[in-house]
């Protein structure tokens, strides 16, 4: 079986988004043929301090809300600076096209959209040491390249299915 062509789409607000803004995005984009998988970037939303005099002390921030993604809810870790979506190459001029068309109606300010590959497209170290020594059980290897090595995978990537 011939591995897929995939390209990523990286979508770069000009400014922050909020959790309501994001997850009509992200709905609107899944609705779009082609995706493969999307990653949410940002500055990281903390539950709790952890460091300094504050250390221990929740924090509150406004933004840390859970969405729903194509009827999943997910809690956002992150104030969302970067969506990169990765799709099928065969589909990447319509989906520009109509993820353009999305970000116009949506937004009230500028965004870049650009295309190329952002993700990484080969095996690390990591994965190897995941998938070898049986760090995590029933590793995906869709994830590949993708999850914070200092992390279990299900704390940081959410599936979210058809």
Do not use: W
């Not at 789409?9 to 043929?33: A, M, S």
């Not at 970037?41 to 903390?46: I, K, T, V």
């Not at 190329?116 to 995590?136: A, Q």
């Amino acid at each position: 079986m011939e591995p897929i062509k995939a390209i990523d789409v990286r979508i770069f607000p000009h400014r922050r988004l909020k959790p309501k803004t994001t997850e009509k995005i992200l709905n609107e984009l899944l609705d779009l043929e082609g995706v493969l998988r999307f990653l949410v970037n940002g500055e990281s939303l903390p539950k709790i301090v952890g460091y300094g005099p504050a250390r221990g002390t929740s924090v509150n921030h406004p933004d840390r809300k859970i969405i729903t993604v194509k009827g999943k809810k997910i809690e956002l870790l992150v104030s969302v600076g970067e969506i990169v979506v990765s799709i099928k190459q065969e589909n990447l001029e319509e989906f520009v096209t109509k993820t353009k068309t999305i970000l116009e109606e949506t937004l009230n300010f500028g965004f870049d959209v650009r295309v190329g590959v952002f993700t990484r497209t080969k095996t690390t170290v990591s994965d190897y040491l995941k998938l070898g020594y049986g760090i995590e059980d029933n590793f995906d290897p869709s994830l590949v390249g993708i999850v914070d090595p200092k992390t279990k995978s299900k704390e940081t990537v959410k599936l979210i299915g058809d």
